[in-house]
């Protein structure tokens, strides 16, 4: 399977910062779609997760600015991040989460997408 | 919150064993994985749930998971294994990473 990360690359701050993810491949449907950032700053960080059926499991440190969304029609899903600030600088990540019992991990990213958050 | 700890950065010498630790509460009571991360790349997954290769990673890889300590360990390590590693597992249903560290062959 692979995945792409779509979006703009410059976002003002207190505005949504929104990717897209388009999955080819595989199928979408009967899995975890993620999305992951990496800063200098903090590392690796789960922002959530959404099944293809829509629901969804997000970073609690981020749950009240996140919302995640899926179109298996286009084999895409998203994610719109509220208010966004210069913290919210990263490198922006999907990924395909493989979900078992007392195990999380993620088999196949995308190749990451820079986000800039700055007037 | 739950943390896992991991070493910033390691060395070892081409053909030796490099052996990266993560560390968190009870990590032996959870499933841990691991990726490689090469500069400018995205994150590869090495080793899931524990001790699991997928295909393709070499036989040289290899995880174990014990009490409080995850271990990741690349046997006769390469060049092309100079990388960034991260360890992670799922803590209450959320995804926790390790800070990373960063395997230098030389």
């Known amino acids: 399977v692979q995945l792409q990360e779509s979006g703009p690359g410059l976002v003002k701050p207190s505005e949504t910062l929104t990717l897209t993810c388009s999955v080819s491949g595989g199928s979408i449907s009967n899995h975890w779609w993620s999305w992951i950032r990496q800063s200098p700053g903090k590392g690796l960080e789960c922002i959530g997760s959404?099944?293809?059926?829509?629901?969804?499991n997000y970073n609690p440190s981020l749950k009240s600015r996140v919302t995640m969304s899926v179109d298996t029609s286009k084999t895409q899903f998203s994610l719109k991040l509220s208010s966004v600030t210069t913290a919210d600088t990263a490198l922006y990540y999907c990924a395909r989460a493989i979900v078992a019992v007392g195990s999380s991990y993620f088999d196949s990213w995308g190749q990451g997408t820079q986000v800039t958050v700055s007037s | 919150s739950y943390d896992l700890t991991q070493p910033p950065s390691l060395s070892v010498s081409p053909g030796q064993t490099a052996s990266i630790t993560c560390s968190g509460d009870k990590l032996g009571d959870k499933y841990a994985s691991w990726y490689q991360q090469r500069p400018g790349q995205s994150p590869v997954l090495v080793i899931y749930?524990?001790?699991e290769r997928p295909s393709g990673i070499p036989e040289r890889f290899s995880g174990s998971n014990s009490g409080n300590t995850a271990t990741l360990t690349i046997s006769g390590t390469q060049a092309m294994d100079e990388a960034d590693y991260y360890c992670?597992?799922?803590?209450?249903?959320?995804?926790?990473f390790g800070g990373g560290t960063k395997l230098t062959v030389l």
């Open positions: 992670q597992a799922w803590d209450s249903r959320l995804v926790v």
């Open positions: 959404i099944y293809y059926s829509g629901n969804t």
């Open positions: 749930q524990d001790r």
